[in-house]
């Protein structure tokens, strides 16, 4: 099995629909520079919305709403002209990922504590559903059956190997993000994002990375989320960053793809086109990273401590699409149906 790094490289040698182009790479890379020496990107800003993450929570709580939330974070997309799920959670409306978390935060205010294993791994459907129910109840996340599947399946693995909590999942990893990587993906097999390209097999591992590199943020990279080797985790192969990606020309779709994703065309998962444009994100964010790091070798003396890594550079991009909906609409992003992002 290709680690993500690897599948990136793999594939991004081999595919035929998306390309990197080392122009796009240059300027993105100057631009990264330029915002990592002022501050604006770090990880003390990664994910940041304090309004619906666990701020003031114990630790340990902290950590299992974390693994709840990455569990469940996956298949946001509306159609185009459907209504996308939104929640109001204490006077604000969210939306995807964050709308996810309010609902979580809401459940837990509203007596079902969603950090407690015993508590998610018996839930129901029609419980789930009442979780997760947006402000017009026409409009319903997708794949609903496989969230619940996923939630039982944690907790079951959790209530008999871990004492209940994940944070003995981290304890056993020895502050490696590998090992802990590893595990999720061994014990947790909704976590497992793994495919066939062109005969080899490929790995991606987007929710089981963002879990690992959430709780390194949350812990500002202390204690429990310390991990000497955090830098090796990759970006988060997903639909949305690979539009930001085509947008600052880093990455190129050809002609018959574009105009593919353009059709609103649902893409089978696992099909080539999805994997290209994964993989070949991954290895454009790996090579804007270590041209972003070469510049700030180069200017040591007024870029001392300046942490780049793969994880800020994703969040980045992610963020710069939430703040540009208007100016990245014209771009396509592909759709597939999948657990896995």
């Known amino acids: 099995m290709l680690t993500p790094k690897e599948t990136g490289e793999y594939i991004s040698n081999l595919s035929k629909s998306v390309s990197i182009e080392e122009e796009g790479v240059e300027s993105l890379s100057l631009k990264l520079y330029d915002e990592l020496k002022d501050g604006s990107i770090s990880v003390s800003n990664f994910l940041k919305c304090d309004d619906v993450h666990p701020v003031g929570m114990l630790e340990e709580k902290a950590i299992n709403w974390i693994f709840v939330v990455d569990t469940l974070n996956f298949c946001f997309w509306a159609a185009k002209n459907d209504s996308w799920w939104e929640i109001t959670h204490e006077g604000n409306k969210y939306s995807g990922y964050f709308g996810l978390c309010a609902a979580i935060n809401k459940a837990i205010k509203g007596g079902i504590d969603m950090t407690d294993s015993k508590v998610y791994s018996q839930l129901e459907l029609k419980d789930l559903e009442e979780i997760l129910q947006g402000d017009d109840s026409s409009v319903k996340l997708q794949l609903m059956k496989e969230r619940l599947d996923s939630l039982h399946q944690v907790g079951n693995v959790l209530l008999e190997k871990y004492e209940g909590s994940f944070v003995n999942c ?148 992610w963020e710069y699409r939430r703040h540009k909906t208007d100016e990245l609409e014209h771009i396509p992003y592909h759709k597939v149906v999948s657990i896995y992002y």
């Not at 993000?177 to 909704?190: H, I, R």
């Not at 590199?213 to 080797?229: A, P, R, T, Y």
């Not at 200017?299 to 401590?305: A, D, G, I, R």
Request: contains cysteine; hydrophobic residues 35%.
């Open 170 to 317: 981290i304890k056993n990893s020895k502050n490696s993000a590998q090992s802990l990587l590893n595990t999720v993906v061994s014990e947790f097999s909704c976590f497992r994002d793994e495919s066939i390209y062109k005969g080899k097999k490929v790995s991606f591992y987007k929710r089981a990375q963002i879990l690992v590199s959430d709780i390194w943020g949350f812990c500002q990279g202390k204690g429990l989320g310390e991990f000497h080797d955090i830098d090796t985790i990759t970006m988060f192969a997903d639909y949305r960053v690979p539009q930001v990606l085509v947008h600052f020309g880093v990455l190129k779709y050809s002609p018959e793809l574009y105009k593919l994703l353009k059709s609103e065309v649902l893409l089978e998962s696992g099909c080539e086109e999805e994997l290209e444009i994964r993989g070949c994100s991954i290895e454009a964010v790996e090579r804007v990273k270590n041209r972003v790091l070469q510049l700030l070798e180069k200017s040591k003396s007024e870029s001392n401590n300046i942490l780049c890594n793969s994880i800020l550079i994703d969040n980045y991009l």
